[in-house]
Structure formats: structure tokens, C-alpha cells
């Protein structure tokens, strides 16, 4: 008997600093989405009927669902790209750790051909045009090269970040030989083989930490795939993309921060 308590014991100290480092890891965190509907949220497409925003995001099983309301195949290839969209917050935000879950559906739509499997998260947005002023952590899934793109920044016009990498193609975190790149817009490609769900069902947990212009950190699966410091804009909205395929958000959490933290706090 005090051999099976003890042996137990152990195995309670083992896990308890686990435990504990979880829950305090998760302290501060409130909903983004309630799971009924889009209240604090705004929805805005292409070609602004507003309407037809209503069937490109839907919410069904507490789940927030792009292309919900759209049959399987919708204006392929047609150049129109009526349908391209965000949902936004309402609110601005400058330090925060933004975390959700997202997994592919079947419906595709628009130039489906050219990116295949296609959304994305928006932050720092400053003009919430389709496409906006922000920086995006890139949601694709090459499905002709199986090549995962989640965890990829885009930079658009009128932002501003610096990107670190060994091979100048993919990224690297400092201590992995990463450095400073020649400043550029567009694609800016994570980390070469991160974990990934493309189209297994399966959900993919996402993570962005951002402390303002300071630096912002990309999480896939709670592997790190992609870091920039020196960022503009510095703060603004919050965004989830409907572009080219079926896509389902869920569990859409933030905590926000009253001050920048060292980004050596997250890189261990």
C-alpha cells in the first residue's frame, strides 16, 4: 500500500508544475466569438452586398463557417471575386495574444485555381478594405504541391515589417540562424516543414502574439513557424478571411497585454 501512495505521489508532483504552468498559461483569455452569432463583428465582402455577406459567413455548432451559405462550386474562375471577405472586430487592438482553430471544408469558390486552399488572419488592420491595409498570417494549403503556406506573412502596401531567415526563402528564429532580410512586401514564408492539417478534417491550432510595432510571433500547433519585429501599423482590428474555399473557425480567444513583455518570454 505505501509503495502504491508513494509511487502515486510522484506521479501527482510530475504533473502538478505541468498543470499549473497550463492554467496560468491560459489565465486572462475571454471569447472573441460567442458561438451563436457574429455580434462584435463586422462583415464586409467585395462586392458589398450585404446580404450576400450573410451566406459567406455563417454560424452553425459554435463554429463561425466561410462559404456556410454557398453551393459546393460558386463563380469558379470567373475573375469576379464577388465573395472575397473578412469579418472584423470591433474593437482595436495593440498587445495581445490571439489564439483560434481552423480546419479546410470541401466548397470552393473564386480563383480557387491559382490559390487553392485560401483565408487568412488579419491584424494591426488600419483600413478595413478588401483587401485591408494589415498584416496577415497567411491560412493556405497548396493542394496541387501539398505545401503548407499557414503561418506565411503577407505584407501589403502601406505596411511594414522585418523578417528574419538563414536561406533568405524560409524562416528561422535567431538561434537557428536566422537574420535580418532586406525589407520587402508580399509572401514571407514560415518555418519549412511545421505541423500542419491540410485536408485531413482535422483542426489546426493557431496562435499570434503581438506586442505592437515591437514584433509579432507566429504559432502552428504550438510550434513557432514565423517572427517580425519593427512592424507598421503598430495596432488596429482584428480580421478572419473568406477567399477561395470552405473554412471553419472555432474557439477564438485573446488576452490583452498593458505592456510589451520580452519576446525571449515566448521563444523558450
Known sequence: MKKLLFSGLATLALLLPSAHAAAEADRGFVPLFNGKNLDGWNLKIRSG?????KKVFTVEDGMIHGFGGLPDR?????GSNATHGMIYTTKKYRRFIFRF??????????????????????FHVSNDK????????????DSVNRVNHTGDFWSPPDTKIQWYSADGRTFALPRDGGKPQPIKKAEHLGLANAPYHGLDGQWNKCEVIVMGGAYAIQKLNGVII?????????EGLI??????AEIFYRNLEIKELTEDLPMEAFLK
Open 239 to 244: 480580421g478572419l478571411q473568406a477567399e477561395t
Open 74 to 78: 460558386y463563380e469558379l474562375d470567373t
Open 49 to 53: 452586398d450585404a446580404e450576400l455577406a
Open 130 to 141: 478588401i483587401w485591408p491595409t494589415g498584416i496577415e498570417f497567411q491560412i493556405r494549403y
Open 101 to 122: 482553430e481552423y480546419k479546410w471544408g470541401t466548397k470552393i469558390a473564386n480563383n480557387f485555381a491559382q490559390f487553392q486552399y485560401d483565408a487568412g488572419c488579419y
Open 226 to 234: 514565423n517572427l517580425a519585429t519593427d512592424i507598421t501599423p503598430s
